[in-house]
């Protein structure tokens, strides 16, 4: 038999709605910080199967025995069905008890017993344990989920537990005794927890599978097993008597006839989440007080046990239990059941508890308060009480669970829906904002949208500008690659550059290195790693001579370069006159340091020297 998880929750499938955090009575189900999904922690898992019920997306799904019972009757040993007495309430579209019967055989089972002769087995141990009370009260143990509880949850009532086996126990001993220790059984119920009290089995009491209603209906419907194929087939003995009522609460006080009278009684029976919680809880704080046993079901006795078909009706299968247990009493061989009881009277029907405390340490009062303060529920008047919707009985205890990891503050409706409205305001006051944000981001747009439309227009304008110069103009990158260049500068540089214009107006992209002797471009290479300047450089380029002005536009990324051809006449004649004006500055500086030795001598030189540009001027006029 596995020993996987019992239950298990399918992110792909889950919907984040926490219903199953909220429901589990233990808090066995935890909700990961990062991804937010809720995951099962399965040693705090009692097995109710109340998440497994509360899950409307059917993102939680519980241990399959369908292979396991499918492998044991294929195995070639004999296998025997024993099936809860909740059977007849579940199978109420099958009108007759022997029809499932016979359904169950074809299978593959070699023999089909009630769990009826079991509880009728314990029901006697109890009413023996109850009726020599020495003063000690005990909680009955026919419930898997309400003994998973105490063990976990109230270690220190575990000694007050009946040490009684359970009905399915017990029948898996009387079938061994009967047909023969090597048989293998397999039971079938309402109940999943079973499935994990199956794993504690051993011996002739082992349970090798247990499968639940709703498993039993999907093997009907793989084998194509249907009522009207079939005859009727009576359960294999030995039959139960009153342990058919076994399904509701009190059935197995009735089995034997336990006292349950109100004044004269001394157990109390209750069902349910709610009053399990509550009964083991008083049982533990008030039972000198209340002075009486207990017998505990999770859910609602047997009848709507999370293993049925869910969306069943409560009453109705209280009724279909009740009318065939009738049925069966009807003619019942009473003599030949208490042979059948007296013959099992050798078995052992006690067991004993294993101590698995889960419990989780109380958080500082420091940490509970700041929990609080962070749900805003701080008020001490606030903290006693509570709506209950996060499924804890105040906000107290919320807080805890929170400080223990076990419950997230999205549990709590009133918080979550404040930090809702919170975030509805917040959303409005941003969806005002992000509107002006959106019209200002318009309106920057429009003006974007003109500045670069006039952008391009003087860009236009510079560019004919720059085409109408006589100097030729470029402008290269890092890399010496060519931004921008005029007819001017293709022009001095000759057929070859005009030759790549034709293919690349303006020369765009085009490589400088590839037009310009080394020498040439050098200097824009030092301009850009040096980031300055170098002005008025006269160059060899041919058998001409350029005047080469080259400046850092943006630094080390982009520069610009100023080519005047010297041969063309308006730049020689330029040149000669700026040049002439350089000489008389440089020997003006001269004349000056010597006129205190010279004294009349420098006025001569000026003279000379304006007489000369003034004769060059007059002849150029010409």
Request: net charge negative; proline share 4%; with cysteine.
């Amino acid at each position: 038999m596995t020993n996987s998880p019992l239950f298990e929750i399918h992110p792909e499938t889950c919907i984040k709605c926490y219903s199953c955090v909220r429901i589990c009575p233990v808090k066995a189900i935890k909700v990961d910080v990062i991804t937010e999904f809720p995951s099962i922690i399965p040693e705090r898992c009692i097995g109710c199967g109340s998440c497994y019920l509360a899950c409307s997306p059917a993102a939680i799904t519980y241990r399959s025995s369908i292979s396991e019972t499918k492998q044991l009757i294929a195995s070639g040993s004999k296998v025997a069905a024993i099936c809860d007495p909740a059977i007849s309430g579940e199978f109420h579209d099958i009108t007759d008890y022997r029809k499932f019967v016979q359904m169950i055989r074809n299978l593959g089972f070699a023999y089909v017993t009630e769990v009826s002769f079991g509880v009728d087995l314990v029901a006697i141990e109890y009413r023996e344990l109850l009726e020599g009370f020495k003063g000690k009260y005990h909680i009955m143990a026919n419930c898997p989920a309400v003994v998973f509880f105490i063990e976990k949850y109230y270690p220190e009532l575990i000694s007050n537990l009946a040490p009684i086996v359970s009905p399915m126990i017990a029948t898996a001993r009387v079938v061994r005794k009967r047909y023969g220790q090597d048989i293998k059984v397999v039971a079938i119920g309402p109940c999943i927890a079973a499935k994990d009290e199956a794993l504690r089995s051993e011996g002739d009491g082992k349970i090798d599978a247990v499968l639940t209603f709703a498993e039993l209906r999907r093997l009907f419907d793989e084998f194509n097993i249907r009522e009207s194929h079939l005859e009727f087939s009576e359960f294999d003995p030995p039959l139960g008597n009153k342990g058919s009522l076994y399904p509701i609460s009190n059935g197995i006080l009735q089995a034997v006839d336990i006292n349950e009278n109100l004044l004269s009684g001394n157990i109390i029976t209750t069902e349910g989440r709610n009053n399990m919680l509550n009964a083991v809880k008083e049982f533990d704080t008030r039972i000198d007080l209340i002075r009486r046993h207990f017998n505990i079901f999770y859910n609602d006795g047997c009848l709507m046990g999370p293993g049925t078909s869910q969306c069943g009706e409560k009453f109705l299968r209280h009724t279909l239990v009740t009318d065939y247990a009738n049925k069966r009493l009807t003619d019942f061989d009473l003599e030949a059941w208490q042979k059948e009881i007296d013959s099992c009277k050798v078995l052992d029907l006690g067991r004993s508890y294993v101590t698995d405390d889960q419990r989780l340490p109380l958080p500082t009062d420091e940490k509970i308060e700041e929990v609080l303060n962070m749900i805003n529920r701080q008020d001490q008047k606030d903290n006693e009480i509570g709506c209950e919707s996060c499924g804890y009985p105040n906000c107290r205890e919320f807080a805890i669970a929170i400080a223990q990891g076990l419950a997230t503050t999205d549990m709590c409706h009133i918080f979550s829906g404040r930090n809702r409205q919170e975030y509805i305001r917040t959303l409005r006051t941003t969806n005002e904002k992000l509107a002006k944000t959106q019209e200002a981001l318009r309106i920057s747009e429009e003006n974007a949208k003109h500045e670069k439309e006039s952008q391009v227009e003087n860009s236009a304008l510079i560019s004919s500008m720059l085409q109408q110069l006589v100097s030729g103009v470029v402008i290269v990158d890092e890399n010496l690659r060519i931004l921008h260049a005029n007819k001017a500068f293709i022009r001095i540089l000759g057929e070859e550059a005009a030759m790549v214009d034709e293919v690349i107006p303006g020369l765009e992209g085009a490589d400088l290195k590839s037009l310009l002797p080394i020498h040439f471009y050098k200097i824009f290479s030092y301009v850009l790693s040096a980031d300055e300047s170098v002005e008025r450089k006269d160059v060899q380029y041919g058998e001409g001579m350029l005047n080469v002005s080259v400046f850092p536009l943006r630094s080390k990324k982009f520069v610009g370069g100023i080519i005047r051809d010297m041969f063309l006449p308006e730049v020689y004649k330029e040149q000669i006159i700026t040049r002439m004006k350089e000489v008389i500055d440089q020997n003006f500086d001269t004349v000056q340091k010597i006129a205190f030795l010279l004294g009349e001598g420098a006025a001569k030189s000026e003279q000379m020297l304006n007489a000369i540009i003034e004769s060059h001027k007059s002849q150029n006029k010409k």
